[in-house]
């Protein structure tokens, strides 16, 4: 097996070095290089991908939302996205504009707004998840299914320390005590 220049197998997969200073002496950090590199090329191949259809990825992942969860609100699809509502009200005019999505006042709370697609905004929509599905299914036959799944649970298990980590910081922040890197000592 054969491995891009920047990628230095042996180093990746012996354990960490306790006493190394600079990060890119660690393995994980390599590692860890690697997935941000593949997540980076896989946007811009996706951005590049999307070109005919006159949006980008962040536009497909409002519409993806919006085929998935008809209705959502506004709020909670910034939620959803993990962006701020301020960034989200960029993007939505311009959707709204092509006459893809509609907003509408919520019925029960007047101050809610929710989204749907409209029919042309869901033939889009389709078209987009077909070639994203088709860039996705053109990558990832790169690897076996075991590998593949393997690298979904472990990107998971990332997720969620990121997040579980996220939360605790908040809490500590918010309670004035400070925190270690390490929490499982």
């Known amino acids: 097996m054969r491995f891009p220049d920047w990628f230095n197998y ?7 070095n306790k006493k190394q200073a600079l ?9 860890w290089i690697a997935v941000a590199r593949a997540c980076q ?7 590049r991908a999307l070109q005919p259809l006159d949006i980008k990825p962040p536009h497909l992942d409002i519409l993806i939302n919006l085929f998935r969860t008809p209705g959502i609100s ?5 939620d959803k996205l993990l962006v701020g509502r301020s960034n ?3 993007l939505l005019p311009q959707l709204e504009k092509r006459g893809l999505l509609i907003r509408s006042s919520d019925p029960q709370d007047r101050r809610v707004l929710r989204l749907e697609l409209t029919d042309e905004g ?5 078209e987009a998840i077909a070639i994203q599905t088709a860039l996705i299914d053109r990558t990832m036959k790169t690897a076996s299914t075991d590998e593949c799944n393997l690298v979904g649970e472990v990107m998971t298990r990332i997720i ?26």
């Open 88 to 90: 989200l009200s960029m």
């Open 23 to 31: 990060p890119w002496d660690n393995p994980r950090f390599h590692n």
């Open 122 to 126: 869901t033939e889009l929509t389709q």
């Open 74 to 78: 506004q709020q909670d699809l910034a």
């Open 160 to 185: 969620r320390e990121l997040t579980t980590s996220d939360v605790a910081e908040a809490r500590d922040t918010e309670t004035g005590t400070s925190i270690g890197i390490d929490r499982k000592a």
């Open 41 to 47: 090329v896989m946007g811009l191949s996706l951005a």
């Open 10 to 16: 042996e180093q990746n997969c012996t354990t960490m």
